[in-house]
């Protein structure tokens, strides 16, 4: 009775939250650590009840902008508004409403589940006699209710990640920042995340989501923002990405034997993008051209064992606008990403 | 904000409490490094801890006699020494050189008739050079007995001249008193030769009168045994006289009855008759010498003096003149000489505090591990528990909430110093309870000190934080700082074993004063004034360490961003 009428609460909060301002507003956000740049010019907006999804190799810039995000890092330049606030100078008043679940578990292992709510509640500002439900509406909303009460020492990675969630979203903050919520946890806790992460958003909070998990970002995000070098370099849904980026789906063909290698000629409207003895990726540019594709292919490479069409990805447009090339995290900055 | 702070103070004990390696660190560790530090150092203060450290001592009594066995006896009554008797020298020097002991004692033989007979004599003792602290300890010891041994003969042989004295001076007294008495005699002596003498002529007088009365009675005996005879003889003669007067009176009796029976007879004839012839009467002198009896016959033979005492002169008793008296001198009798045996140089030792004079091992290794311990868990409680927050990512997420960052720093301080206050109260209570330390005249003014240091610890913590990045910084760092403060103030060892410099540079140290008020109010038993000055110092280290820790963590904060 209770737990519904507190979840009836923080409904009516949400409610409240969605009438206001973007939750997150940055715009011309710099900053440098010595020589290096950090963020150059970074510009995002994450509104109330949208999960907005900050993609990014390693050393792009993300938990640097999540750190000054989360009032950890003072901007050298730009403005930043958490749900109004603006940084640094409110950052007090902007950590009331924020929410941050950071990459690494923040909890205390030899506290139990319930201990750490308890205690974040109060660091969080909330009143003492408010925590009770709000630590059980977190734990249901984790699926930790009936582990509530062990060491956190005793979770698994995925209980733990979960834990480290229902920190973050404990005092029902109007901005939620993740970084990589579900790194290292298996697919159950994953989902489970997911879908707290779903109800909150839905709940109104303006979710801010780091992640290097491109099926993540697509299923969560509303919109992406892409960050490399410090920099936007591209922002807009999926789709938006994928197509901005011009790539087109492909298809993967296998045969039963290696075709040889003049076996497309003629067909000016396959183009090879990959192939590796019986397998090739092919980019089809006209449909028309897939009945006399396949029979070439069964001429020449004997059975066609599989066909597959794919459609360009997140990641496939991550690549497209970030590279292959492998990127090493510079530590040049705090947990630089 | 005050919520806050109790939410992170108990999220900290909370922690803390779970730790049980943390807390064995806290309590167990200190009290086995104690027990071990305190049976081993045991011998650094000369003091045995509970009799358990005491040194054993091989005792060869080569003397068998009283001064042997004195020692033996003093040597089995010492909680320095575990006494092992041995049968000679050569054992004893065995155990020494297999290291069994690190001195043995040797009591030649004949040392007790030595001594006795006013000749010296030396005990032995055979030692370990490496040892030399239990030599030390040991010969201190013997010296001590040795000492107390000699004392004693020499108060028995004062006394023993003191009574020898007192009957000297008595004799010499009696003495006096019979010559004085002699003198008064001879003074006296003409006197009672000249009464003596009086006496003599009395007696003389009296004997002579005597012998004269008695020669007079003898006589008068001998004449009235005389007259006696006489008389008998007289009556004896007068017998056939009487007798025949008698018959005369009888026979003129008869005649007269005759003569009046013819009378009648011849009745008228009676006139006829003629007278008869007259009888002769017999003479008055007769007749008195018939009646008188022979004593007043003799008498009237020989007149009133019947026997006249003859006459007659006893000899005079010469009278004796006493002999001049010689003149008697008697020699005065010198003073005796003021003979003492020359006094003993003993020493008194005496706590200027009051306190005992012998240490308990624990009285100073307690306070000073417990220091020690308390400086390293505010070490690792301090940096390491930031530390582990840090890694556990909680100080990150506590610093993205709005309670400040301030109230969880000065929680986790305040936690620490909590734990720091009962981590000292449990070991010095352990330390009471299991080895008998003392906790002064006022224990509770141990919480001065132990605030005082708890708080610089603390503080100090935040401090080694501030410095050190990483837990593998911390150790080495906090470690080197506490070993050395905890070293050179005086935890591990008496301070006044140090150098006078490096007393002046331990003043530097919160521990010096620490243990410094500890010393006071356990082993010197002094009030808590004693302790009012070296908390004050100690507080101002605290506050110095939280200004400084503050400073540095603040420093590494604003680089971290």
């Known amino acids: 009775m209770y737990r519904s009428s507190y979840a009836a609460r923080i409904a009516l909060e949400y409610v409240k939250i969605g009438r206001m301002e973007s939750a997150i507003i940055v715009a011309g956000l710099r900053k440098r650590y010595g020589t290096r740049t950090a963020l150059a010019d970074v510009a995002l907006t994450v509104d109330a009840g949208e999960i ?35 940084l640094p100078g409110a950052a007090r008043a902007a950590r009331q409403v924020l929410g941050l679940v950071p990459q690494e578990i923040a909890l205390y292992p030899t506290l139990t589940g319930r201990e750490n709510l308890h205690f974040f509640g109060r660091m969080l500002g909330q009143r003492r006699a408010d925590i009770p439900a709000a630590a059980a509406h977190a734990l249901d909303l984790v699926g930790l209710g009936e582990r509530a009460d062990d060491l956190v020492e005793h979770y698994s990675g995925g209980m733990r990640r979960r834990l480290n969630l229902a920190v973050g979203i404990l005092h029902r903050p109007r901005v939620l920042l993740l970084d990589e919520p579900t790194a290292g946890v298996d697919p159950q806790s994953r989902e489970r995340i997911h879908v707290a992460i779903e109800q909150l958003a839905r709940a109104g909070a303006g979710v801010l989501l780091s992640t290097h998990d ?28 994928v197509s901005s980026c011009g790539i087109a789906a492909s298809l993967v063909l296998r045969t039963s034997r290696p075709p040889p290698a003049d076996w497309l000629d003629g067909l000016s409207s396959v183009r090879v993008l990959s192939a590796n003895g019986t397998r090739a990726t092919l980019a089809v540019d006209d449909p028309m051209a897939m009945p006399i594709l396949l029979a070439r292919a069964a001429r020449a490479g004997g059975d066609v064992v599989e066909l ?25 900055g705090p947990g630089a990403s | 904000m005050l919520a806050a702070l109790r939410a992170a103070l108990g999220k900290d004990l909370r922690l803390l409490l779970r730790d049980r390696v943390g807390l064995i660190f806290l309590t167990v560790a200190p009290l086995i490094v104690i027990t071990v530090a305190g049976f081993s150092l ?61 001195v043995a004692l040797v009591i030649p033989a004949g040392t007790s008739h030595a001594l006795a007979a006013g000749r010296a004599m030396e005990l032995q003792l055979l030692t370990d050079p490496v040892k030399y602290l239990e030599v030390a300890n040991v010969r201190a010891l013997v010296q001590e007995l040795r000492h107390g041994i000699e004392r004693k003969a020499h108060e ?64 008068k005996e001998a004449s009235e045994l005389r007259l006696a005879v006489v008389s008998t003889r007289l009556a004896s003669e007068l017998v056939p006289l009487r007798r025949f007067v008698g018959e005369i009176e009888s026979t003129e009796a008869a005649f007269r009855s005759w003569m009046r029976s013819l009378r009648r007879q011849a009745g008228r004839y009676a006139d006829r008759i003629p007278p008869p012839p007259e009888l002769p009467t017999i003479p008055f002198a007769v007749s008195e010498l018939m009646q008188l009896d022979s004593d007043a016959l003799i008498a009237r033979l ?34 005796l000489p003021n003979v003492r045996l020359p006094g003993a140089l003993d020493l008194v030792e005496t706590s200027v505090t009051g306190a005992p004079t012998r240490l308990n091992t624990f009285d100073q290794n307690v306070p000073g591990f417990s220091v020690t311990f308390l400086l390293l868990g505010m070490l690792l409680g ?20 709005p309670t400040p960052f301030a109230v969880t720093l000065i929680a986790k301080l305040l936690a620490r110093f909590i734990v720091g206050v009962v981590q000292m109260v449990v070991l010095l209570a352990a330390g009471w309870m299991l080895f008998g330390i003392s906790l002064g005249p006022e224990p509770w003014a141990l919480l001065l000190p132990t605030a005082g240091i708890v708080f610089a610890g603390t503080a100090f913590g935040l401090v080694v934080a501030g410095l050190a990045n990483s837990r593998e910084a911390v150790l080495p760092l906090g470690s080197i700082a506490i070993v050395t403060m905890a070293a050179v103030g005086g935890c591990w060892w008496p301070i006044d074993l140090e150098p006078r410099w490096m007393q002046r540079v331990a003043l530097a140290f919160p521990t010096t004063w620490a243990m410094a008020a500890y010393n006071d109010l356990m082993i010197r038993r002094e009030g808590i004034a004693a302790a009012w000055r070296p908390t004050a110092v100690l507080l101002a280290y605290g506050l110095g360490y939280l200004m400084l820790g503050l400073a540095l963590f603040r420093r590494r904060a604003l680089r971290a961003r």
């Open chain 1, 52 to 86: 907005v999804g900050l993609l990014g190799p390693n050393g792009a810039g993300k938990s640097t902008a999540l750190s000054i995000l989360a009032t950890l890092l003072a901007p050298d330049e730009g403005s930043v508004r958490i749900a109004g606030h603006v």
């Open chain 1, 214 to 241: 491109m099926e993540e970002a697509d299923r969560l995000c509303g919109r992406i923002v892409l960050l490399d070098t410090g920099r936007v370099v591209a922002s807009g849904t999926t789709s938006d990405l």
């Open chain 1, 308 to 332: 597959r069409f794919d459609r360009p990805t997140l990641a496939d447009a991550f690549f497209k606008l970030t590279g292959r090339a492998l990127r090493d995290d510079n530590g040049a």
């Open chain 2, 42 to 102: 045991a011998s650094l203060y000369g003091a045995s801890a509970r009799g358990e450290t005491a040194y054993v001592l091989p005792v060869a009594d080569e003397d068998g006699g009283r001064v042997g066995r004195a020692i033996r006896e003093r040597l089995a009554t010492e909680e320095l020494v575990q006494l092992l008797p041995v049968a000679n020298r050569e054992e004893a020097s065995a155990i020494v050189r297999r290291k069994e002991a690190g």
């Open chain 2, 156 to 219: 028995r042989a004062a006394r023993r001249l003191e009574r020898l004295r007192a009957r000297m001076l008595a004799t010499r007294a009696d003495f006096q008193r019979a010559a004085d008495s002699v003198a008064r005699e001879l003074d006296a002596l003409p006197a009672r030769l000249a009464e003596a003498q009086t006496e003599v002529a009395d007696r003389a007088r009296a004997a002579e009168a005597g012998a004269a009365r008695e020669v007079r009675a003898a006589v």
């Open chain 2, 302 to 335: 020989m007149g009133k003096d019947a026997m006249p005492a003859p006459r007659f002169t006893l000899p005079r008793i010469p009278t004796v003149s006493a002999p001049p008296l010689p003149t008697l001198t008697l020699p005065s009798l010198p003073e």
């Open chain 2, 382 to 401: 301090v940096s390491l528990g930031l530390l582990d927050e840090r890694d556990w990512g909680t100080l990150a997420r506590l610093r993205t909430m």
